[in-house]
């Protein structure tokens, strides 16, 4: 599936989910759905879209930096999303591949999630096992593979006030555009889950400081997400007062996770009412109700992330793939992409394209090493040895190299400039084991034995 049609299927499967009953609760009809995101006339006594609002996607992003000349930073490509009206959905990855595949849906961002690269990158819980390096390293494989922007989980910011300020500055050199930093102690605890205790009040607006003041020091515009946990931690009222606090220490998103109600959410967003509010909609059973993206915007959401789906979907999958394999068979064709199109997702085919462009005349005759066409392609798995023993009886030479490398052969072997090596490697091109092509002696009266392995 190209991206064109990909984004085409998501909208349908999102109109086909907003015009059933159960999401009608909205009062205002569907504008558009595009790229993840939902525009639409919202209530005219709360907030207006701009007037000469544009939907900015992905590849329009992509566009505004060829058309300039210049890049656009990760963090301005966030901003410019933050300024569209309409809620704006971002799925969470968890590395490169789902990056990928999240871009190529047709979403305008997306988040990395700790639950999902602690559980891919370790098997391990969400519970404080995984470290600052770890989620640094793998924000930088998923920013470089996308060109949307991409919102890191800081977790707790790995530490006090001064290990915020090396997180978001180690988050901006990995490429990323936002950044979410909780309120929660060390170790911390995935959100929804038991066990959950946040640090003082004074020490949950300093790490918002300190994170404002390494964005100022770095000369990045970072967008920071503050998150606080205290919700089920404490109380709402005080999650309410955290994030008031928050806005004013200089958050530009924020974030209370685990509300437990649709009313929670409203008084929610009616604090600091010019800062987005960033909604998390836990997919399998959370503590906060699932609302669709059309309702979270009549409520005053901006962002909305949705942290388990596609590792929950990925996991699902991978289970039922080891139970085919196990009892004898091959996963079916509808529950996976044929291999061309598993090339095409992970760029092969750009990949062939650009490497013509460097393709010296040998390289050419044999780039195609997938086996998929001409004759001689198979043969690049394979292994020339090449042995050479003197007429004195020493050996004098014994070596393998790639059976595709012809030239490679009468560098190191002169004599055997004059053979046809190419035919008989087609001819053995089915066998297997060693096969014995030549076996002659020179003028020299060495004896020169080629193997095909």
């Known amino acids: 599936m190209n991206p064109s049609s990909a984004v085409v299927a998501s909208r349908d499967r999102a109109l086909s989910f907003f015009n059933h009953p159960l999401s009608q609760a909205h009062t205002f009809p569907l504008a558009k759905f595009k790229n993840g995101s939902i525009i639409a006339p919202i209530n005219?006594?709360?907030?207006?879209?701009?007037p000469n609002a544009l939907f900015t996607s992905s590849k329009r992003f992509q566009a505004i930096r060829a058309c300039s000349g210049e890049r656009n930073p990760p963090a301005k490509a966030l901003r410019q999303i933050l300024e569209l009206p309409g809620v704006h959905q971002g799925p969470a990855c968890f590395d490169g591949l789902s990056a990928k595949l999240v871009e190529r849906a047709g979403f305008q961002y997306c988040f990395t999630s700790g639950f999902s690269i602690s559980a891919a990158?370790?098997?391990?819980?969400?519970?404080?096992?995984?470290?600052?390096?770890?989620?640094?390293?793998?924000?930088?494989?998923?920013?470089?593979?996308?060109?949307?922007?991409?919102?890191?989980?800081?977790d707790n910011g790995y530490g006090n006030a001064m290990n915020v300020k090396r997180t978001v500055k180690g988050y901006i050199r990995a490429g990323f555009a936002g950044?979410?930093?909780?309120?929660?102690?060390?170790p911390k605890a995935c959100g929804h889950t038991q066990g959950r205790k946040v640090v003082s009040r004074e020490e949950a607006v300093m790490r918002i400081k300190a994170a404002v003041d390494a964005r100022k020091e770095s000369g990045s515009d970072i967008v920071i997400v503050a998150r606080t946990d205290s919700r089920q931690a404490l109380s709402l009222e005080e999650s309410l007062w955290r994030s008031r606090a928050f806005a004013d220490a200089g958050a530009d998103v924020l974030f209370i996770d685990a509300l437990a109600s649709k009313?929670?959410?409203?008084?929610?967003?009616?604090?600091?009412?010019?800062?987005?509010?960033?909604?998390?909609?836990?997919?399998?059973?959370?503590?906060?109700?699932?609302?669709?993206?059309?309702?979270?915007?009549?409520?005053?959401?901006?962002?909305?992330a949705y942290p388990l789906s596609l590792i929950g979907v990925s996991i699902r999958a991978m289970q039922d793939s080891l139970t085919a394999l196990k009892g004898g068979r091959i996963p079916p064709p509808g529950s996976m992409?044929?291999?061309?199109?598993?090339?095409?997702?992970?760029?092969?085919?750009?990949?062939?394209?650009?490497?013509?462009?460097?393709?010296?005349?040998t390289y050419q005759l044999y780039s195609d090493r997938d086996g998929s066409r001409g004759p001689f392609s198979g043969i690049w798995s394979r292994t020339l040895r090449i042995k050479i023993?003197?007429?004195?009886?020493?050996?004098?030479?014994?070596?393998?190299?790639?059976?595709?490398?012809?030239?490679?052969?009468?560098?190191?072997?002169?004599?055997?400039?004059?053979?046809?090596?190419k035919a008989l490697l087609d001819d053995a091109a089915e066998e297997v084991g060693g096969k014995l092509l030549l076996d002659f002696n020179d003028t020299m009266g060495d004896r020169i034995q080629v193997f095909l392995e």
């Open 44 to 50: 005219n006594q709360t907030r207006k879209p701009k």
């Open 121 to 154: 990158r370790l098997g391990l819980p969400d519970t404080g096992f995984i470290s600052y390096g770890e989620m640094v390293d793998q924000g930088q494989q998923i920013t470089q593979a996308v060109s949307i922007p991409v919102i890191g989980d800081g």
């Open 179 to 186: 950044i979410i930093l909780e309120d929660q102690v060390s």
């Open 263 to 304: 009313e929670e959410m409203k008084a929610f967003c009616e604090v600091s009412p010019l800062v987005p509010k960033m909604a998390n909609m836990l997919e399998g059973g959370g503590k906060t109700p699932i609302v669709n993206p059309l309702e979270l915007e009549e409520i005053g959401y901006k962002l909305v």
């Open 337 to 361: 992409p044929s291999f061309d199109e598993i090339k095409e997702i992970l760029g092969f085919n750009n990949y062939y394209e650009e490497e013509k462009r460097y393709a010296t005349s």
């Open 389 to 421: 023993t003197g007429r004195d009886g020493f050996e004098k030479l014994d070596v393998r190299i790639p059976a595709g490398f012809l030239e490679g052969v009468t560098n190191i072997v002169p004599a055997l400039g004059g053979v046809n090596i």
